[in-house]
Nanobody, 124 residues
Framework: QVRLVESGGGLVQAGGSLRLSCVAS????????MGWFRQAPGKEREFASL????????YYADSVKGRFTISRDIAENTVYLQMNSLKPEDTAVYYC?????????????????WGQGTQVTVSS
């Protein structure tokens, strides 16, 4: 049974940093494309970042590029999202997602497995 568990969210002031973690069980993060998505109240779930299986290439939404960094720790079977220079508009529930395809894109529909989410709130 696949399980993704996010943690690391919280309340931070604008300009601050947080590091989100996604611990996986039932799958090996080295063999999956792993993504981070976020959903603000009243809005659709949107793509933030992904790291592809095989070549571990990374991709970021324009809104987070240069501020967020995705990485994976194979030994810990964990994917991270380092978030710096946070803005109030980054406030959302952040979700970790996984899919076995190398060619997964930025749509939530591309992903098979999801975590329960972790709340990030950025105050101005």
């Amino acid at each position: 049974q696949v399980r993704l568990v996010e943690s690391g969210g919280g309340l931070v002031q604008a300009g601050g940093s947080l590091r989100l973690s996604c611990v996986a069980s039932g799958l090996t993060v080295s063999s999956y494309t792993m993504g981070w998505f976020r959903q603000a109240p009243g809005k659709e779930r949107e793509f933030a970042s992904l790291t592809r299986r095989r070549d571990y290439g990374t991709y970021y939404a324009d809104s987070v590029k240069g501020r967020f960094t995705i990485s994976r720790d194979i030994a810990e079977n964990t994917v991270y999202l380092q978030m710096n220079s946070l803005k109030p508009e980054d406030t959302a529930v952040y979700y970790c997602a996984a899919v076995s395809s190398t060619f997964a894109g930025t749509s939530p529909k591309d992903y098979t497995y999801w975590g329960q989410g972790t709340q990030v709130t950025v105050s101005s």
